[in-house]
């Protein structure tokens, strides 16, 4: 009998410290902890808040008529909701030129790796273009070449990176990776898209860039880097690189990657921030890339009720 008082007795105790102590630590609405409170309920309102926006289908306005721009092809798609806002030539093949850099930059980054050590040759240099600052004999690290083929559309760069793997090897596993992402109707024959030959669709960049979020999300980050300073492995020699992408520095820009040539004309790959939305926006054969950016923009705003 004294034993079953004893016991009873340390219930009754153990429940008391449990009440007075331990339940008020607790949240019991949220499940919480009761000191996380504010910031799980600001990280709840954040994601509320851009839910919202994709819970409503926008509604077109039939009597703000389809826009007009300079491009050859154009796509505009959400990529929270696969909400399509406006689709011309989307599966008509263009001459990609540098948005072939983006296809490069995701082989590199899952076949070579971003600590590899990657010679410039005298090879290296015989491609056309001097973006970038290379110099024959320096070595740079693959996470400081990919940031210069992509933020000064290096050809060179992308150049080293193939030569690096070997040119059929690098063909193979770009070929591959594109089957991979859905790309059917992309075709390329070299990683900077001097090869004019180098065609894909606006929809093929669009699954491009999805991948590219989902996957290798770092590759879009350094496209928004505006400059840096990058130390080859083997030399003192500092250089300094821009990003040629005017939009880089806009509040809106989560990444992307431009390209020209004159038979390509000027191409764009980019997502953006958009009322509450990522939404890419692909533009190839244009006469003035960022005025139909812009230009489209503006017309989903008034073609569409949020």
Known sequence: MKKKFVVLALIVFCGI??????????????????????????????????????????TRNWSVLDPTTTAEGVLLESLGD?????????????????????ITAAV?????????????TTSTMSVEGEAGNLQAGEIYNSEDLLKIMLMASSNRAAAAFEEYLGDQKFLDLAREKMRQIGMTQTVIYDPSGLNDANEGTPNDIYLLLRYIIENDPEILTWTRLTTISVQPLNSSRI?????????????DFL???????????????????FRNRYLVA??????????????????INQAYKF
């Open 17 to 58: 410290i449990f009440v007075k102590f331990v339940l008020p630590v607790f949240d019991l609405g949220s499940g919480m902890p009761a000191s996380s409170e504010n910031s799980a309920a600001t990280s709840t309102a954040t994601t509320t808040n851009y839910d919202a926006g994709l819970k409503t289908i926008p």
């Open 82 to 102: 696969n909400f399509a806002f406006y689709r011309y030539n989307a599966y008509v093949m263009w001459h990609l030129a540098s948005l072939t850099k983006l």
């Open 108 to 120: 590199v980054v899952e076949n070579v790796g971003l600590n590899a050590k990657i010679p410039i």
């Open 239 to 251: 250089n300094l690189v821009s990003n040629i992408d005017p939009i880089a520095s806009r509040a």
């Open 255 to 273: 990444g992307g990657k431009t390209g020209t040539t004159p038979l390509a004309k000027e191409n764009l790959a980019t997502v953006l921030e």
């Open 282 to 299: 692909v533009i190839m054969g244009s006469n003035n890339r960022f005025q139909d950016l812009d230009s489209l923009l503006s017309w």
